[in-house]
């Protein structure tokens, strides 16, 4: 991939600040940031993401105008906007098996989206503060979600909490599951990027002080194995760099 833009789809009211670009295996190739200015009093993060779904005919977007769209990625035409959030939203991303939505917003509030005709299936609240991302694991059963110091894990299903995860001792900036599952990687303003055992909330390894000043997110590669270590990590740096594995310091 050359990394060329291909189209520009314009219809949100706010500017959508971060772009992720993929493979065709999934893996994380590039992230672009346009600069944001705004004085609305609802404006919370710069987090507003952009999703491929799992087929790569489509995809959504979300936004501080309070909704998320659907678009047809060949085209560029929109298909649908979901409204329901009362405040901006910061992410959302497709069901692996790309009947659902999950969307996390500044209102403090998650939900579960049917694609097709758009409606809210569940609406999530459990975080006292503004939730920052929310993702499927690679079964769609389970829903990783994060906001300032704490990561919760609900059901898909019904929307019921799991489990809630701390240790992070700042703002958490991303938390997502390993391919497999097996692992949720979190990165943290507090320095550390932190990879826990998704089914009892254990941590397995802390990395401390990597060679990164601000880290932005971090995410598992193909992990089917048990020996993790730092080169397992894509970890994405303030000034838009993506670098494989990390530096860790003592």
Not at 70 to 94: F, M, P, Q
Not at 139 to 162: A, H, Q, R
Not at 164 to 193: F, N, P, Q, R
Request: proline content about 2%; charged content about 25%.
């Amino acid at each position: 991939m050359s990394g060329s833009r291909i189209r520009t789809i314009l219809e949100h009211k706010q500017t959508v600040i971060k772009v992720k670009a993929y493979d065709v295996d999934g893996n994380l190739i590039n992230t672009r940031y346009e600069p944001y200015e705004s004085n609305s009093s609802n404006y919370y993060s710069t987090s507003f993401k952009v999703n491929y779904s799992p087929d790569g005919i489509h995809i959504v977007s979300a936004s501080s105008d309070k909704t998320i769209k659907i678009w047809n990625c060949d085209t560029g035409v929109l298909i649908r906007k979901l409204e329901g959030h009362s405040e901006t939203v910061v992410s959302a991303c497709y069901s692996p098996d790309k009947k659902y939505i999950v969307s996390a917003s500044s209102d403090k509030t998650i939900k579960i989206w049917d694609s097709e005709s758009g409606a809210i299936l569940h609406t999530i609240e459990g975080h006292s503060r503004e939730v920052e991302g929310a993702n499927f694991s690679p079964d769609g059963k389970y829903i990783v979600s994060f906001s300032w110091y704490e990561i919760k894990i609900w059901d898909s299903e019904n929307g019921d909490l799991v489990r809630t995860i701390e240790g992070h001792s700042d703002k958490i900036e991303s938390a997502s599951y390993s391919l497999d599952g097996k692992y949720i990687v979190s990165a943290s303003w507090d320095g550390t990027i932190k990879i826990w055992d998704s089914k009892t909330g254990e941590i397995i390894k802390t990395i401390y002080n990597i060679a990164i000043t601000e880290i932005l997110g971090a995410d598992l590669k193909n992990i089917r194995h048990d020996d993790l270590s730092e080169n397992d990590l894509l970890v994405l740096a303030q000034n838009g760099a993506i670098i494989k594995g990390v530096e860790q310091s003592c």
